[in-house]
């Protein structure tokens, strides 16, 4: 199967700061998602991104499929950005996940 | 438009015990995908059901089985408890298209089993 890899694992910032994550695929993925998990184990959906650029709000998430990487942008942290950030493909049936990016922002 | 639910939200259990985990998905969706995330990892993919058969499965043993119900709702079912088996379990549900493709997956809230 293939492999999902995250960077950076930790990341802290202050408020305000902007911050890029990445997520790199071993193989060709059919669909990307990135998640939001909360403090209760929520996982939220954040983007689905099999390709091409999109934004919402202070969130933003590129793809690039033939390159095998995407990336989740996030501008003007607030501390409500706080939580593990994943991002997962589907090769088949299955979702792939990441590790995770742990995001602290601090006041 | 309702989106997944899942119950219970807690459940402790005794190794060598059976528990049922219940998943039901979202309106318009056929498919309905269980995952297992263990503490600080990401969710691992356990199988998925569709059309209320096996339509892939991860690396977990057979003591790990499943249903889905007509109304595509579906259960998880674990059989012979380990102390391993202590995670939050994850129901997704999402729709397969005819040529094959999924749409995106959205998860429910998750039950957390402790078993001691």
């Known amino acids: ?107 | 438009e309702t989106g997944v639910t899942q119950s219970p939200t807690h459940l402790i259990k005794t190794r060598g015990q059976q528990v049922t985990l219940r998943c039901s998905s979202q309106s318009g969706h056929n498919t309905v995908s269980w995952y297992q995330q263990a503490l600080g990892q990401g969710p691992q993919f356990i199988f998925q059901y569709y059309r209320e058969e096996e339509n892939g499965r991860g690396n977990f043993p057979p003591r790990f089985s499943g249903l889905q119900f007509p109304n595509y709702s579906s259960e998880l079912n674990v059989n012979a408890l380990e102390l391993d088996d202590s995670a939050l379990y994850l129901c997704a549900s999402s729709s397969l298209w005819r040529d094959r493709r999924y749409n995106e997956q959205f998860f429910g809230p998750g039950t957390r089993l402790t078993v001691l």
Not at chain 1, 49 to 61: H, V
Not at chain 1, 72 to 79: A, K, V
Not at chain 1, 82 to 90: D, E, L, M, P, R
């Open chain 1, 1 to 107: 199967g293939i492999q999902v890899e995250q960077s950076p694992p930790d990341l802290i910032l202050q408020e305000g700061a902007n911050s890029t994550l990445r997520c790199n695929f071993s193989d060709s993925v059919n669909n990307l998602q990135w998640f939001h998990q909360n403090p209760w184990g929520q996982l939220i959906n954040l983007f689905y991104i099999p390709s091409g650029t999109k934004q919402n709000g202070r969130l933003s998430a590129t793809t690039v499929a033939t390159e095998r990487y995407s990336l989740l942008y996030i501008s003007s942290s607030q501390t409500t950005d706080s939580g593990v950030y994943f991002c997962a493909g589907t090769s088949g049936s299955r979702l792939t996940f990441g590790e995770g990016t742990q995001l602290t922002v601090n006041p």
